[in-house]
């Protein structure tokens, strides 16, 4: 059964640096997102991705993050500066259509 | 803003009992409502979802229930098993942008 794969499955790295999380979506699917989960909490929606651009990002997604498909098959999430409350699990999802979202398991981000 | 509250955070059931989760949304703007199950982890898997013309769907031991005037629907897990031990998170799909809003999620554990 095809899948959403992400990596890496956990990132550590330092306030202030750059990170790029990178997803395989599903190969037949159209659009993609990203979402995060802080721990314990609720998943939050990112960014949607369709037709090489974004149709919609939350307020969460400021200019600090940004999201490229720079080939047929690789979706990745940029953020530039990492802060401390980007500490998250961040997961990756693709659609055929509209309606049913799969997800990746997810990149583990911690930012010291 | 669109919010999805749901209930109860946390439920403990017997094996072979009922689980049911409640969610109530505040925004008709939603077009689509699924549910995802979350092992630790793991990110969410589309469980089961329904469209807001539909009062009820049910899939092997899952079933969804749908009150669009009360703005509220439910998931309700039949038999429930060791294994169906996951969070579960209903949520709400605009269509436009593609944008999932998730309930804050029921931590089901099942006792054997």
């Known amino acids: 059964e095809p899948e959403v794969t992400q990596t890496p499955s956990h990132q550590v790295t330092q306030m202030g640096q750059e990170v790029i999380l990178r997803c395989v979506p599903i190969?037949?699917?159209?659009?993609f997102y990203w979402y995060r989960q802080i721990l314990g909490q609720k998943v939050e929606f990112l960014v949607s991705f369709y037709n090489n651009e974004i149709s919609e990002k939350s307020e969460i997604f400021d200019d600090q993050f940004s999201v490229e498909r720079p080939d047929g098959s690789n979706f990745t999430l940029k953020i530039r500066s990492t802060k401390l409350e980007d500490s998250a699990m961040y997961f990756c999802?693709?659609?055929?259509?509209?309606?049913?979202?799969?997800f990746g398991p997810g990149t583990r981000l911690t930012v010291t | 803003q669109q919010q999805v509250k749901q209930s109860p955070q946390s439920l403990i059931v017997q094996k072979g009992g009922i689980s049911i989760i409640n969610c109530a949304y505040e925004n008709t703007a939603f077009d689509y409502f699924p549910w995802y199950q979350q092992f630790p982890g793991k990110g969410p898997a589309l469980l089961i979802a329904i469209r807001p013309d539909v009062s009820e769907k049910k899939e092997g031991r899952f079933t969804i229930s749908f009150n669009k005037s009360a703005k509220q629907f439910s998931l309700h897990i039949m038999d429930s098993q060791p294994g169906d031990s996951a969070t579960y998170f209903c949520a709400g799909l605009k269509a436009a942008g593609n944008k999932l809003t998730f309930g804050g999620g029921t931590r089901v554990l099942v006792k054997p």
């Open positions: 190969s037949n699917h159209l659009y």
């Open positions: 999802a693709s659609s055929v259509s509209f309606y049913e979202q799969y």
